[in-house]
């Protein structure tokens, strides 16, 4: 039988789901590759598994909102991200969606 | 702590689709070493072979991250889920019947000994996996978009059945049409040969040099009575897909019981249409249990001639109301 500690994780991971996309997609405004990103969303409070941001960047950049070049830094090749136009299209409507439903749910909350 | 490393990866990459196994794992090579430097920059040295491999652990075990790089990450997701149980639901009443029934009249002719009866439940196992087996293979093409469902998906609420002023004689609901249809592609099986079932024991097995067999007419309306079953699953399909097209399922029961009609008219004058084939002595041993088969043939027959006409005589009724 779940606990309440279970079924609480299991409800704020999937609120946070979504959201984490969002976050994602507003950080690569800026061109970043992945470990980079991880500790900007990191710095603003945002965490999230590497496991996971890899993963959602590919499929991201499959969906066309990203795109991505292979370039060399500190010596080492690394992959760098960054929103597409289409990505920053997307990226406009889903902030006003963000702010449309916390708009609606705060006075609720 | 690089060959753990290289380990690692190799056994990643191994588990990648080819087109971006390179790619992903460069990547991935370049994550692990972002996360050594890190952890190295705390501690203020270099990391040793049981540190790295808590690192790596902590990324994940390599089927774990390969997995998360799939394109899919279910067999059968959440939304064609409740499809798939209620298949499989229906399968396993199918598979119990298409086992326990023939070992019930197994049981009832003298036919069956503990051996037999234990057998009938790894009939039951063997058949239960394979329909559900089916149905998730079915489930995961569905998923997949290789089986398209386009039909399905836009259904409309009128095509749901009416309600009924309570129910009506001879209503069938969809549950009877899935039900049907799943029987019936299993009659269809077995009457092809395409599967094999634990009926067949009753025909094909016998004591000693015993042996119970279709009688020849059967074999000679082999086609009509494999299209009358078609067209039996058309008229279930029909009901299970738009169950509000009533004049279609009225018209499609109409040719299926005029056939029936016609399949009982050719069958009675042909009967026995079970033969048993026993030794001199044996044969006349026999004589209760082939007057008990044939008396039962005689009561099928009777019941499907007076199904078929009471169901020509309803649907002609629907077809003309249009309801």
Not at chain 1, 10 to 36: D, F, H, K, M, P
């Amino acid at each position: 039988m779940p606990t309440d500690t279970d079924i609480f994780e299991s409800l704020r991971l999937e609120l946070r789901r979504g959201t984490l996309i969002l976050a994602v997609l507003a950080q690569l405004r800026e061109e970043r590759y992945g470990y980079s990103l991880r500790q900007a969303l990191q710095a603003v409070g945002v965490e999230i598994d590497e496991g996971a941001l890899y993963p959602m960047l590919r499929r991201l950049e499959t969906q066309g909102l990203l795109a991505s070049e292979w370039r060399e830094e500190d010596k080492r090749k690394k992959r760098f991200y960054q929103l597409s136009d289409e990505g920053r299209r997307v990226l406009a409507r889903l902030a006003d969606e963000w702010r449309a439903i916390n708009a609606a749910l705060e006075p609720l909350l | 702590m690089s060959d753990l490393i290289d380990r690692y990866l190799a056994a990643v990459a191994a588990l990648l689709p080819k087109a971006q196994r390179q790619d992903i794992a460069a990547e991935l090579r370049d994550l692990i070493m972002n996360r050594v430097e890190e952890t190295e920059g705390r501690l203020g040295r270099r990391l040793d072979k049981r540190e790295t491999e808590d690192l790596l652990r902590e990324i994940g075990h390599p089927i774990a991250v390969a997995g998360r790089y799939g394109p899919r990450q279910s067999l059968i997701g959440p939304e064609l889920y409740p499809f798939w149980e209620f298949a499989v639901k229906v399968m396993l009443v199918i598979a119990a019947m298409a086992t326990f029934i023939p070992g019930g009249v197994l049981l009832v002719i003298g036919d069956a000994d503990a051996h037999r009866i234990g057998g009938l439940f790894g009939d039951f196992v063997s058949l239960a996996f394979s329909l559900v087996g089916v149905a998730t293979l079915v489930g995961a093409a569905i998923e997949r978009g290789w089986i398209k469902v386009d039909e399905f998906a836009k259904w409309k609420v009128a095509d749901l059945p009416h309600i009924p002023r309570g129910r009506p004689l001879f209503a069938k609901s969809r549950f009877d049409a899935v039900f049907e249809l799943a029987a019936l592609a299993l009659f269809v099986g077995w009457w092809t040969g395409a599967m094999k079932f634990p009926i067949g024991a009753m025909f094909d097995a016998g004591r000693g040099d015993l042996k119970v067999i279709l009688a020849p007419v059967l074999t000679t309306f082999y086609w009509p009575i494999l299209v009358l079953a078609l067209l039996q699953m058309v008229s279930a399909a029909i009901t299970v897909i738009r169950p509000g097209a009533v004049r279609a399922r009225a018209a499609a029961e109409i040719v299926c019981a005029l056939g029936g009609v016609a399949l009982v008219a050719v069958l009675w004058p042909a009967q026995p249409l079970i033969v048993f084939q026993a030794p001199e002595g044996a044969y006349a041993a026999l004589g209760n249990l082939r007057r008990s088969v044939d008396l039962s043939i005689q009561v099928i027959l009777v019941v499907m001639a007076a199904i078929s006409l009471t169901t020509l005589a309803v649907n002609a009724w629907r077809l003309a109301r249009g309801r």
